[in-house]
């Protein structure tokens, strides 16, 4: 028995650690979740993703402006909780990224474009939201939970996806 757990741990010995470091990370932030609460860092990105917003609609001039997690515009209203930051697509990119075997400048410079990445797209996500909302409102519920949500966990995924695949070949290129 112990022997062959001891060949399976050999023969797939990097596919496994892989998944530990990915188990790994995700339990770290769930488990770190209500320190994150506690401290006031959940907060203050439901915060900085509001004035984000708020500023991209001034910009588009729809008048918007935060007011704490309150985003409000000539348009639209929104309140930012938790799920409406990046932050759940960031910590899967940064455990896929950490999971990955690679070396750590390469995986500094995997989060220090990916990270900015799931941001604006969250943005992106958050103002098109917006305009459903005041064109659409009866199908902002359904497109925001059933459309954009897994969009923005398949987004981060793909960039790990694009980032290591291209760490692949960089390692096999002659």
């Known amino acids: 028995m112990v022997h062959s757990i001891l060949t399976v741990w050999e023969r797939h010995r990097a596919v496994i650690r892989a998944c530990l470091i990915l188990a790994g990370t995700i339990a770290a932030f769930l488990v770190l979740q209500p320190f994150l609460?506690?401290?006031?860092?959940?907060?203050?990105?439901n915060e900085m993703t509001a004035q984000a917003l708020a500023f991209v609609l001034w910009l588009l001039g729809t008048g918007g402006h935060a007011e704490g997690t309150l985003v409000r515009s000539e348009i639209f209203s929104l309140e930012?909780?938790?799920?409406c930051t990046a932050i759940l697509p960031i910590v899967l990119f940064l455990a896929a990224v950490a999971a990955t075997p690679s070396s750590r400048k390469t995986k500094l410079w995997a989060l220090t474009w990916g990270v900015p990445a799931?941001?604006?797209?969250?943005?992106?996500?958050?103002?098109?939201?917006i305009y459903l909302g005041a064109l659409?409102?009866?199908?902002?519920?359904?497109?925001?939970?059933?459309?954009?949500q897994p969009l923005t966990i398949l987004f981060a995924l793909a960039l790990w996806l694009l980032w290591a695949d291209r760490?692949?070949?960089?390692?096999?290129?002659p």
């Open 118 to 129: 799931i941001l604006l797209f969250n943005l992106i996500r958050l103002v098109s939201l």
């Open 37 to 45: 609460i506690y401290i006031g860092f959940i907060r203050w990105a």
């Open 80 to 83: 930012i909780i938790a799920e």
């Open 167 to 173: 760490l692949r070949a960089r390692a096999n290129a």
């Open 136 to 148: 659409m409102p009866t199908a902002f519920e359904t497109v925001h939970l059933l459309i954009w």
